[in-house]
């Protein structure tokens, strides 16, 4: 019996197996999967799930690297929605979204991957460079910068200190929601270093439907 259980906003398959007697986690070209007994409870398979979400995290990364090749057709995620990828030879080196696609012009020995990568950062720092303008009028609190950074376990983080954010180039791929909600958070750390009640209070009062849109999805 296969189920399909959503998890970190991946996609998982379960196989309930008569003869499982433990949970197991694999990886393979289709994805992750779980294998696990007729009877164990999905409460039970999560729980697992998240004692493993780092390596789950990274696996998914080298799975997704491998299976990338940066080519015409390929499927990349924007804003939470998926787009084909156009390329498209050319004297310039450019990069737009273009309805459901992007289109990307390159050069002869043009890095595609890095050309693409790079156009995502800088849509990434305008988007949630917008966003935390207005969130930080919004809610009274204020960042001294904000950077982008590569992260594999993390949405973002803050150095309560420095009053430095720092968002995971990862989150270009999220819709809009989930990055201003990830705005927020980071921001209510400026006032609150950890995650108590009272963080959550803040967190709550500006973003009040913070619990369903973080479902599923890896911590800040």
């Not at 499982?20 to 694999?26: E, M, T």
């Not at 690297?65 to 995620?77: A, L, P, T």
Request: hydrophobic content about 40%.
């Amino acid at each position: 019996m296969i189920e399909i259980l959503i998890f970190n906003g991946l996609r998982i398959q379960v196989h309930r197996r008569k003869n499982c007697r433990h949970i197991i986690l694999r990886a393979n070209e289709q994805g992750l999967c779980v294998s696990a007994p007729l009877h164990c409870s999905e409460r039970k398979i999560r729980e697992i799930l998240q004692l493993n979400m780092t390596t789950l995290l990274e696996k998914q990364e080298e799975i997704g690297s491998q299976k990338k090749r940066y080519s015409d057709g390929e499927i990349h995620y924007y804003l939470g929605k998926a787009h084909r990828l156009r390329c498209i030879a050319s004297n310039q080196n450019t990069c737009k979204i273009d309805g459901d696609e992007i289109v990307l012009e390159y050069r002869d020995n043009a890095d595609i991957e890095s050309a693409l990568h790079a156009f995502f950062k800088v849509e990434l720092q305008r988007i949630a460079g917008a966003l935390l303008a207005f969130q930080q009028d919004r809610m009274g609190l204020f960042a001294k910068e904000m950077r982008l950074k590569k992260m594999k376990t993390r949405w973002g983080t803050c150095n309560h200190k420095e009053k430095r954010i720092w968002l995971s180039l990862m989150l270009i791929h999220e819709s809009i929601e989930f990055i201003n909600y990830v705005v927020i958070h980071e921001l209510a750390h400026l006032a609150v270093p950890n995650h108590s009640a009272q963080f959550y209070e803040i967190v709550a009062r500006y973003c009040p439907n913070y619990k369903s849109i973080m479902k599923d999805k890896k911590s800040c």
